[in-house]
């Protein structure tokens, strides 16, 4: 099974301001997914990042706001730029392997 | 595109009664189906998922769930909760090996003693 941690496990921001999260994996995957989830909702995928190739965002979700980088097959970082209260959420990182979908733990962003 | 409703937004059982949550889905494809567990700050971990092959499906901490087509349903039992089962449960759907799985919006479970 993938192991995924995330950094940080947990923020809070002024808003205007950008965070950026970091997922490490402990094997190399093909696939990683970046989910939202909002107090009290489900998750919401924002994009899809392949290694080597830009990222596929979901409906509603734009790289100027969320810009994402896939620099191996091992590490991918979230951007959550220009933060507004609305964008208090977690953000989960998530890869498939051996067609099973693991999770990270989440980090856990507060914009005041 | 494929997508999932659960019925139910909150499900109270006592300890020792029987735990079942709804979910059906739409897929034009045989879809995956999963259900994840969230405990309180916690990530999310995979309780069961259905492929192919057998619909009654087995999963961890005595959980199970059963695929039935015709009904685009993929239900989860427990025949005797247990506190240490209250947590958010999400359904799942996704196509393809996982490529691309849409989530329902969860079920918080509460076990009363």
């Known amino acids: 099974s993938a192991v995924i941690s995330q950094k940080p496990s947990r923020d809070i921001c002024q808003r205007g301001t950008s965070l950026t999260i970091q997922c490490q994996v402990d094997s190399q995957v093909t696939m990683m997914f970046w989910y939202r989830q909002q107090p009290g909702q489900s998750l919401t995928l924002i994009a899809t990042?392949?290694?080597?190739?830009?990222?596929?965002?979901e409906s509603g979700f734009v790289i100027d706001k969320f810009p994402i980088s896939r620099p191996n097959l091992t590490f991918s970082t979230l951007t959550v730029s220009n933060m507004s209260p609305e964008d208090s959420s977690i953000y989960l990182c998530s890869v498939v392997q051996d067609y099973e979908q693991y999770f990270g733990p989440g980090t856990r962003l507060t914009v005041t | 595109a494929q997508s999932v409703t659960q019925l139910g937004s909150h499900v109270s059982v006592s300890e020792g009664a029987l735990v079942l949550l709804r979910c059906n889905y739409s897929?034009?494809?045989?879809?995956?189906l999963f259900w994840y567990v969230q405990y309180p700050n916690q990530g999310l971990q995979l309780l069961l998922k259905y492929t192919t092959g057998a619909t009654l499906v087995k999963g961890i901490n005595g959980f199970e769930a059963e695929f039935k087509k015709s009904e685009t349903s993929f239900h989860l039992t427990k025949p005797s909760a247990h506190m240490s089962d209250a947590a958010e449960y999400f359904c799942?759907?996704?196509?393809?090996?996982?490529?691309?799985?849409?989530f329902g919006a969860g079920t918080r479970l509460t076990v009363k003693p």
């Open positions: 990042a392949n290694q080597g190739s830009e990222a596929t965002y």
């Open positions: 897929s034009s494809v045989p879809p995956y």
């Open positions: 799942a759907v996704s196509l393809y090996n996982n490529n691309d799985m849409r």
